[in-house]
C-alpha cells in the first residue's frame, strides 16, 4: 500500500517519466499542494490513496482543515527520510475522539502522504490531548520516506 | 550488575490527561511510497 495520494503518485510520475512532448518529461507536478503552510489532518476514519478519512470535529487547538504551524521538517538519511512535524502538535477534545488516520495536506487541503496512526484507533476522551511527537528528522512522530 | 538502558524510540503520538499525565502512547508512524514495491511478481 502506497501512502500517496493517487492524484499525486500520477502527478511525480509524469514528472519523472518522458510523458511531456517529444519526450520531455511531464511538467503535471506544477505545485499540487500549493505554496504556503501545509497542514496535518487528522481523521475518525482511514485515509487511502483515493481519499482522506472523515475528519475529526474541532477541539481546543484543532480546527478544521487540520493543524498549522507544524514547523519546517528536517531530514537525514540516503535516501533521505523526513520527519513530520517538526513542532509538536497537540490538541484538547471537547468531545470524544477515536482517531485512526492523518493526511499530510496542503493549505487548501490538496492531498499529499497519507497514513493509519500505529495502534489506531486511538481513543481520546473530553478533557483529555491528543499529541504527535515534533521533533527533528527521526526525532518526529511521522516518518516519511520514498523507498 | 547494571540494567540495559531502554531502547530509546521516540513516541509517536501521545494522549494525556488534564494534569499532563500520559495515558497512552503509540510508535513513530513509517511510510514509504513504495512499502510493497517487493511484493511485485
Known amino acids: ?13 509524469n514528472y519523472l517519466t518522458p510523458t511531456g512532448a517529444a519526450g520531455v518529461n511531464g511538467t503535471a507536478i506544477g505545485t499540487p499542494l500549493g505554496t504556503t503552510a501545509m497542514k496535518l489532518r487528522l481523521n475518525s476514519t482511514a485515509s487511502s490513496g483515493a481519499a482522506a478519512g472523515t475528519e475529526i470535529v474541532n477541539g481546543t487547538g484543532y480546527s478544521a482543515g487540520g493543524w498549522t504551524s507544524l514547523g519546517q521538517s528536517t531530514s ?10 517538526f513542532t509538536t502538535q497537540s490538541a484538547t477534545a471537547t468531545s470524544a ?3 485512526v488516520s492523518f493526511d499530510l495536506v496542503g493549505n487548501g487541503a490538496q492531498r499529499g502522504f497519507w497514513g493509519l496512526f500505529n495502534a489506531q484507533p486511538i481513543a481520546v476522551g473530553i478533557g483529555n490531548a ?15 520516506s520514498l523507498t | 550488575m547494571s540494567e540495559l538502558a531502554p531502547e530509546e524510540t521516540p513516541a509517536g503520538w501521545l494522549v494525556t490527561d488534564p494534569g499532563g499525565e500520559v495515558v497512552a502512547a503509540g510508535p513513530q508512524t513509517v511510510l514509504g511510497a513504495s512499502a510493497d514495491a517487493g511484493q511485485e511478481t
Not at chain 1, 76 to 85: K, L, M, R
Not at chain 1, 130 to 144: E, L, W
Open chain 1, 130 to 144: 491528543f499529541q504527535v511527537t515534533g521533533g527533528a528528522a527521526g526525532a518526529a512522530g511521522i516518518q516519511i
Open chain 1, 1 to 13: 500500500m502506497a501512502a500517496l495520494d493517487n492524484t499525486l503518485i500520477a502527478a511525480l510520475l
Open chain 1, 76 to 85: 537525514a538519511g540516503t535516501p533521505i527520510v523526513v520527519g513530520v512535524p
Open chain 1, 97 to 99: 475522539w477515536s482517531i
